[in-house]
Nanobody, 116 residues
Framework: QVQLVESGGGLVQAGGSLRLSCAAS????????MAWYRQAPGKQRELVARIITDGGSTNYADSVKGRFTISRDGAKNTVYLQMNRLKPEDTAIYYC?????????WGQGTQVTVSS
């Protein structure tokens, strides 16, 4: 069974940076989109950033535009999230997601905590 393994979370001061990585345990064929979501305590899971594998177009939540960058390594089925100028409100568990036409895969989540 394919697993998505995330890494790179942690504790950082406001204004700092973190880079999240998410790698699939096996090759996933025909991935349509790769994305990062986050869920803060008491809040619903929300889309942070998404990249379409065919063409590479991206979209971001308004709250992270200009600060976060999503990228991918298609050959390795890996997706990254570079997070700069972090704010305390970015504190959440971050989940990666990969979607094929028929299936969706989720990582186990990685905690990001931004102190003020």
């Amino acid at each position: 069974q394919v697993q998505l393994v995330e890494s790179g979370g942690g504790l950082v001061q406001a204004g700092g940076s973190l880079r999240l990585s998410c790698a699939a345990s096996e090759i996933i064929f025909t991935i349509n989109t790769m994305a990062w979501y986050r869920q803060a305590p008491g809040k619903q899971r929300e889309l942070v950033a998404r990249i379409i594998t065919d063409g590479g177009s991206t979209n971001y939540a308004d709250s992270v535009k200009g600060r976060f960058t999503i990228s991918r390594d298609g050959a390795k089925n890996t997706v990254y999230l570079q997070m700069n100028r972090l704010k305390p409100e970015d504190t959440a568990i971050y989940y990666c997601n990969m979607q094929t036409r028929l299936l969706g895969y989720w990582g186990q989540g990685t905690q990001v905590t931004v102190s003020s």
